[in-house]
């Protein structure tokens, strides 16, 4: 654990830093308010402060007050040191956003006990949040195959078509569905077409754009988020996710299963809304099962014609 002190006093700083060493944590030593806002600015920022109150160029309370207004999930346990024993002096520097207070001249294990309280207190932070992520996680991603589940694609594609109505670009969208992946259930077992299902979203996944997206929009169905829609470009970029699909063999306790998948492609701007889009892919995805399967169909012919 990494304690940042803020005191301006030489001896007393080395005393501080001393102590805190003993009891094995690592010091960042500052000298002023100022070096120590400086210092809890950055990414790496200790989890706790020491602010002595009284400090040259910014004092402890003014230190606290801008130490607090950083944006972040894990604030810093802040204890601010201390040789006024008024109880208003003692609420100032509370109100300024410290967590505790030590009189000084201070006993050392009481300041230990103090630090200890503060580590937990950060400890029991780092669980809620972490807590709270895996929630957030479960109720945005499909637990089978791990990428977004149907709700958090379709806000995902929301939020798309509104970048893309603010900078004049296209969004384009490719509704997926594995090729007859009922006989596949039928032949190799519920448990190899959930196989299969995780291991055609790594075909995709592996083959996609840092800043494109897949998710489950039901059953076999999966539902493809390409921003910056540009005409030919994105052509190939679905036939090249048909053509890999079709290249790959799926490996399962059942046996080796090879795979195909129709998609149905459409593309639209901030003026257009995700059901409208939605429904032309669909269309388009109807059509290549029409038309054969294991290929690609355009709901759009400016796609193909640019």
Known sequence: MRILIAEDDFTSRIMLAGVLNKSGYEVVETASGLEAWEEMQKPDA?????????????????????????ETDQPPYIIMLTSKDEKADIVTGLEAGADDYLAKPYDPGELCARINVGQRMIDMQAKLMEARNALAHQATHDPL?????????????TKELSRAKR??????IGMCDIDHFKQINDRYGHQAGDEVLCGFTGIIEDNLREY???????????LIITPDFEGHIFEKVYERLCKKVAESTIHTKAGDVSIAVSIG???GTGTDTGDFMIDKADAALYQ??????????????????D
């Open 212 to 222: 494109d997206l897949i998710g489950r929009y039901g059953g076999e169905e999966f």
């Open 288 to 305: 290549a099962k029409k038309e054969g399967r294991n290929r690609v169909s355009f709901a759009d012919s400016q796609i193909v014609e």
């Open 46 to 70: 200790p989890r706790i402060a020491v602010l002595d109150w009284m400090m040259p160029e910014m004092d402890g309370i003014e230190a606290c007050r801008r130490i607090r207004t950083i």
């Open 145 to 157: 195959t791990g990428i977004l589940n149907r709700r958090a694609i379709l806000d995902s594609l």
């Open 167 to 172: 900078n004049g670009k296209t969004v384009g």
């Open 265 to 267: 492609v459409s593309s």
